[in-house]
């Protein structure tokens, strides 16, 4: 059983920051990639930022250079710097990770994580 827990959503005043983590735990043989998306009421869940297990982040257009994404391998977490926090990214931020459970290929598969609400607002 593997589980991804997220942490560190609030609420915050434009301007703000917040730093999200999330960790994943259980039968955990490997991670890949790993990443955070979001999604906002009324909206498709959107991709934010992904990183890879060498620490290379992509990031979406809109929160370029006021994000940072980064893991620790050795804690199997991903964390996701939130800074020059607008409105427009209130959202439930969810954590996702590529995950295998075994040496077996076909044990890898996405897990998600059950979201934390990130609100900005004055």
């Known amino acids: 059983q593997v589980q991804l827990v997220e942490s560190g959503g609030g609420m915050v005043q434009p301007g703000g920051s917040l730093r999200l983590s999330c960790a994943a735990s259980g039968s955990i043989f490997s991670i890949n990639d790993m990443g955070w998306y979001r999604q906002a009421p009324g909206k498709q869940r959107e991709l934010v930022a992904t990183?890879?297990?060498?620490?290379?982040?992509n990031y979406v257009d809109s929160v370029k250079g006021r994000f940072t994404i980064s893991r620790d391998n050795a804690k199997n977490t991903v964390y996701l710097r939130m800074n020059s926090l607008k409105p427009e990214d209130t959202a439930v931020y969810y954590c996702?990770?590529?995950?295998?459970?075994?040496?077996?290929?076909?044990?890898?598969?996405?897990?998600w994580g059950q979201g934390t609400q990130v609100t900005v607002s004055s």
């Open positions: 996702n990770a590529d995950l295998c459970t075994s040496w077996i290929r076909n044990s890898c598969k996405d897990y």
């Open positions: 990183i890879n297990r060498s620490g290379w982040g």
